[in-house]
């Protein structure tokens, strides 16, 4: 008597969303949208920022105005919670996107490949990886110091411009953010370019013009960033 194999089980296949986001081009797809995402935010930051040039009150206002935004519908800070909410869960998809990537990358690389083909690669794709682990350690950072304040000595809840000066007078923190905001725009040139490559926006009759951008981009958000604590150490503002 012929004994019947058991049958074999079937794999539950998981829902749309998760099944694209486990293919390569759905983990590129997530990265393009999380970057769009990071680029609006590093762009509306140091726009807003701006007025600190402007005064002191003018600044501390401007934080203010956000803390009230959505008031009564949210009640009071709500719309920068759900803000930091969303970019944190931006920020998880970007990275763990970028971490699987490598991994295909690496496991489709032949083995004993040890060459690196550095004249094909910009620098700013090469430093990707360590610049997004200083980015990583500046986020926490940054929110420790001016958002909680538990790394600032003089932080004053609320007193935003004070904090940013009481920041910036310390040197060793000044060039910290000075360096975080380099490797910010060596990022922000190289995520814009791939941003355009993924979403097949490419064409060479276009190529200079989305070179052009990516540079003009992450020139105006670093020249923007880095000037604040240049200012403070200068005593331009203080």
């Not at 969303?17 to 140091?46: D, E, N, S, W």
């Not at 013009?209 to 005593?235: C, D, E, Q, W, Y």
Request: hydrophobic letters at 50%; proline letters at 5%.
């Amino acid at each position: 008597m012929a004994v019947q194999a058991p049958p074999v089980p079937q794999r539950r296949t998981a829902p749309w969303p998760i099944g694209f986001y486990r293919t390569a081009v759905g983990k590129k797809v997530v990265m393009a949208l999380t970057g769009i995402i990071g680029f609006g935010y590093v762009l509306a930051h140091m726009l807003g920022n701006l007025k600190i040039y402007l005064s002191e009150s003018s600044l501390n206002h401007y934080a203010e105005w956000l803390r009230e935004l959505g008031v009564p519908a949210l009640p009071r800070g709500g719309f920068l919670w759900l803000g930091r909410g969303a970019l944190v869960v931006a920020l998880v998809l970007h990275v763990h996107a970028a971490w699987s990537l490598k991994r295909i990358s690496d496991a489709a690389r032949p083995s004993g490949y040890a060459k690196q083909d550095y004249v094909a690669a910009t620098y700013a794709s090469r430093t990707m990886r360590w610049g997004g682990v200083i980015l990583l350690l500046f986020i926490v950072y940054h929110l420790l110091d001016l958002t909680g304040g538990q790394t600032n000595p003089d932080f004053v809840r609320g007193e935003v411009y004070a904090n940013v000066v009481a920041s910036f007078e310390r040197w060793p923190v000044a060039i910290f953010y000075i360096i975080a905001n380099l490797a910010l725009g060596l990022h922000l040139y190289h995520g814009l370019w791939s941003l355009f490559q993924t979403l097949g926006w490419t064409h060479t009759r276009f190529d200079p013009i989305r070179r052009k951008l990516a540079i003009g981009f992450a020139l105006l958000v670093t020249a923007g960033n880095v000037s604040f604590p240049l200012a403070v150490m200068t005593g331009a503002i203080g």
